[in-house]
């Protein structure tokens, strides 16, 4: 660190603005080596170190003979980036060699690469001393028949590894994740790092789990057996966490859970509705603790950043009478308590290095610059653990502080220039800077781009600091004052439930959302259509003259036309108002009677009720983001019923998309409670929109106005059939139109039930195919069905192997059309009668170029009539 420090000293300064970029490349050349060679595995130290042998002898030539460049800066710049890429050679390996030696990585490799145990044979057992590394982090899956099942994951390192049954035991260092399913993880949500355990685990390979940083996956199942306590630090730090979640305790559900996410991070009781609404308006950051909460910390000891080193300095630390390198040591320990208290993620660390490189500048009595903080506490911290090289957080941190430092203070000085208020232009300068650098990878993580970030950002913006600084006031006082960290809680609250607010407000936008392709064609595509904002602004915003005036002319008059055009077609892209929105991508078809829509795998269905903003909804699906997303595009607000098929998380983790903003009569379900854990969601869920919660039986019969109708032919208390299960118990209708067209959805019937169906339920039109398509289906009920139209709902690269290529071969042999989610996105039935049937298709963007129709447009056939 010291050598490429010493080194970039003589490197050249920017000439255009007064930042300095001398540190920026020897930072960016440690982080692209360090991503690179991580990957790498054992076997390559040696090559390596030769490389950055050879890398350090040139550097060395370079700085005794800068001539040899004719530029001395050149030579200087260039050796720079040669020792910290050498650097950086040599630390990744190092680091990760923990990573590939030792029983357990050896284990986890053997685990990937055998085969499939039968149900008898017991998994290979060790038994492990561990030391916590991070918190117990809480994971609900979603989709599949089991979604909602809660895993805990708790990162750690393992100390001592015993194989079992033979009892070789072996001292190591080795990352592991450890995982916990179900029940069995309640005794573990209490632990803190640095405490140590034994435990008895199943060794997996590390692909399976939620951590890319671990040799090995431990399965463990029961209670941890604690060895050792935590450390004094952690035990505090635990302390005034818990204190912080307990004195929100009163607060609504989403200031409960925000407001510990603001101050130090702590998201475990953050609602995953609100999560995908921040993740929607891009404002997930506000639970990323970063340097804005480190700013507050050292505001308070040292004052403005910009006065800390002059003698117009305030803060305690003034007030006190105390020296600057008293007050650098006292920052630096705040530093370190920062850390230790928001716990070392990718934005704490990088956070924290910036201001330990501050408190040198402080403690030595030089200026403060923020740009080669930056990139010094880059360069160390990619050296001290290289996996932020490789992490999304560290580097949408990297890049948003890179934006407000570089182009943010230019964007604001160009805002003021055209009179803009001076706090609103810093503001919006600030945000649009972190934005448009952190785009291209936000992109990459969410194939979307959000068109209503920045001015929710700028909306939160007026809440944030009042919600942390009262929140570090709360975390302060529940040690000593409990009731007073309550009552403090209160207004803390207030704009903790604004920054919710808004970010639900933002995400229930219609077309607040732009999907985006992801990979380097949508990093490049993103980039590129940022620069082009960049360039286009400045001549839509008119610069006053140095008399004040502005240009008046035909200029001003196009100016205005332009930006009025514009804002206006922002505006409906944003609210998309339904009759627009058909117009322009023809969706949904006119007399569309049922819409199957493309939730990927699961099944969610609309019935047109004959009113154009009203619907019966059938199942969910697993994503509440996509059955908002389809109902908006039918234009639906309004649903007489909800029908829940069965339980299983496929059908039903769609419902809050289906609740959010609609006006839902009542939910129906299915006469089995099972699963138990998504019976209790979707009951908390309907319980919360106030809606009530009725059970389906057969015999039911239906309708909504004069055009729909429907029978409930399943489940049937009375069977004499043995059809055990949740699939088995799901709600089979038969669908009637006005005009005499008949559909029958069979939910995930599997050949037990669809058997005792055969002869009850006539000849119908359209098929919701069973269970996604799966082989087991009962072709006696699907051939006396006789369908003209098969729908099947599934998943694009499904894990199960939905659709079954021999069900849909058969499927046609009946004489059916086969249409299915995965290749043609959203489908909606047209037609109120057997003659007037036809089919129109809604692909979405992933699948808009395999199925070869436009995602703006939409494709209209007519099913064949099946065989006499």
């Known amino acids: 660190m010291s050598t490429t420090a010493t080194t970039t000293a003589s490197l050249p300064r920017a000439r255009s603005s007064g930042a300095d970029f001398r540190l920026l490349l020897p930072a960016v050349s440690a982080w692209l080596v360090t991503a690179v060679l991580l990957p790498l595995g054992p076997g390559t130290e040696l090559p390596l170190f030769s490389l950055a042998g050879g890398a350090v002898l040139v550097a060395v030539l370079l700085l005794a003979r800068p001539g040899l460049l004719r530029r001395r ?22 680091h990760t060699a923990d990573l590939h030696r030792g029983p357990l990585p050896e284990l986890a490799r053997a685990a990937e690469q055998a085969t499939p145990r039968s149900p008898g044979e017991p ?51 080795t990352p592991v994740t450890v995982m916990v399913r179900g029940p069995e993880s309640k005794p573990w949500l209490r632990l803190l790092p640095s405490e140590r355990l034994s435990v008895e685990a199943e060794v997996r390979s590390a692909g399976e789990g939620y951590d890319t940083e671990s ?45 510990p996410g603001l101050v130090v991070g702590d998201t475990s009781r953050l609602p995953d509705d609100l999560v995908d609404a921040f993740r929607a308006t891009d404002l997930v950051h506000l639970v990323a603790v970063s340097g804005a909460n480190l700013a507050i910390v050292l505001g308070v000891l040292l004052g403005a950043p910009g006065q800390a080193g002059t003698p117009e300095r305030r803060g305690v630390a003034a007030l006190l009478g105390l020296s600057l390198r008293t007050s650098a040591l006292l920052g630096t320990g705040l530093v370190l308590a ?74 604001a000085e160009s805002l003021r220039a055209r009179r803009w208020p001076h706090h609103l232009a810093g503001a919006l300068a600030a945000t649009a800077a972190a934005q448009a650098l952190c785009a291209p ?67 229930e936008l219609p077309g607040g959302q732009l999907s985006w392709p992801g990979g380097w064609f949508g990093v490049i595509t993103v980039a590129l259509v940022t620069l082009a904002a960049c360039w286009a602004a400045p001549l839509l915003l008119p610069r006053r003259t140095e008399s004040g005036r502005r240009v008046r002319g035909r200029r001003r008059w196009a ?34 009677r049922l819409a199957m829509c493309d939730v990927g795998q699961g099944d969610m269905l609309a019935l047109s009720t004959g009113v154009p903003d ?38 039903v983790e769609g419902v809050p998309g289906v609740l959010r903003g609609r006006q839902v009569g009542a939910v129906e379900g299915t006469v089995l409670d099972d699963p138990p854990g998504e019976v209790a969601r979707v009951t908390a869920w309907v319980a919360g929109a106030a809606v009530p919660l009725l059970r389906a039986g057969r015999g039911e019969r239906r309708s909504v106005g004069a055009e729909l109708a429907w029978d409930v032919v399943w489940p049937d208390p009375g069977a004499v ?31 037990p039930a669809q058997s005792a169906l055969v002869g009850r339920l006539g000849r119908v039109d359209v098929l919701k195919v069973a269970h996604h398509g799966s082989a087991h289906q009962d072709w006696d009920l699907t051939g006396a069905l006789r369908p003209r139209l098969a729908l099947i709902s599934c998943g694009e690269g499904n894990a199960y192997g939905h659709p079954s290529p021999r069900t849909v071969d058969r499927l046609r042999a009946l004489g059916a059309t086969v249409l299915r989610t995965d290749r043609a996105g959203d489908i909606a039935v047209t037609g109120d009668s057997p003659s007037t049937l036809a089919v129109a298709v809604h692909p979405q963007p992933a699948h808009a170029t395999r199925s070869g129709h436009s995602s703006s447009g939409r494709s209209t056939r007519k099913p064949r009539a099946p065989p006499r």
Request: charged share 15%.
């Open 215 to 259: 040799a090995a996956l431990l399965v463990v199942h029961g209670p941890p057996r604690r060895l050792a306590p935590p450390n004094l630090p952690q035990r505090i730090a635990g302390r005034l966490r818990e204190g912080l979640r307990t004195a929100s305790d009163g607060l609504p559900p989403d200031a409960r859970g925000l407001l």
């Open 559 to 592: 100016r205005a036309l332009v930006t009025g055009t514009l804002l206006v077609v922002l505006l409906a892209v944003l609210l998309r108002p339904p009759q627009l929105a058909r117009i322009a991508t023809g969706w949904p078809p006119p007399g569309w």
């Open 338 to 411: 920062f850390v230790t208290v928001c716990r070392p993620e990718p934005s704490v660390l990088r956070a924290a290095g910036t201001g330990l490189i501050g408190m040198l500048a402080l403690a030595t009595g030089r200026p403060r610059r923020a740009v080669p903080a930056l990139a010094g506490a880059v360069l160390v911290l990619v050296l001290w653990d290289p996996f932020l090289a490789r992490s999304y957080g560290f580097l949408l941190s990297v890049l948003a502080t890179a934006g407000l430092l570089v182009l943010g203070p230019h964007w």
């Open 721 to 751: 059939v043995d059809a055990p299960g949740a699939n088995n118990a799901s709600v089979a209708m038969v669908v009637s139109l006005a005009g005499g067209l008949r559909m029958a959805l069979l939910g995930d019937l599997e050949p």
């Open 441 to 507: 990878v936000t992109v990459v993580l969410s194939g979307h781009i959000s068109l209503v970030a920045v001015p929710c950002n700028l909306l939160a913006e007026l809440a944030v600091a009042p919600a942390t600084l009262l929140g570090f006031g709360v975390l302060a006082l529940q040690p000593f004052f409990p009731s007073l960290a309550r009552l403090l809680a209160e207004p803390a609250g207030v704009p903790a439930s604004w920054l919710a607010f808004v970010g639900r407000r933002g995400a």
């Open 123 to 173: 998994a290979p057992a060790v038994e492990v001393e561990l030391t916590v590394e991070g918190d117990p982090k809480v994971h609900t899956s979603r989709g599949g028949t089991t979604g909602g099942q809660t895993l805990l994951t708790v990162e750690a390192v393992a100390d001592r590894a015993t194989v079992l049954p033979d009892g070789r035991a072996t001292r190591t260092h």
């Open 614 to 651: 009203s619907a019966v909804v059938v199942d969910t699906g697993p994503d509440p983001e996509a059955a908002d997303r389809c109902l908006r595009e039918l234009g639906v607000t309004r649903v007489p019923l909800l029908m829940l098929t069965h339980f299983h998380a496929d059908h």
């Open 73 to 94: 800066g050149a030579a200087v710049a260039l050796a720079a980036v040669l020792l910290s890429g050498a650097a950086a050679a040599i630390a990744t390996p190092l």
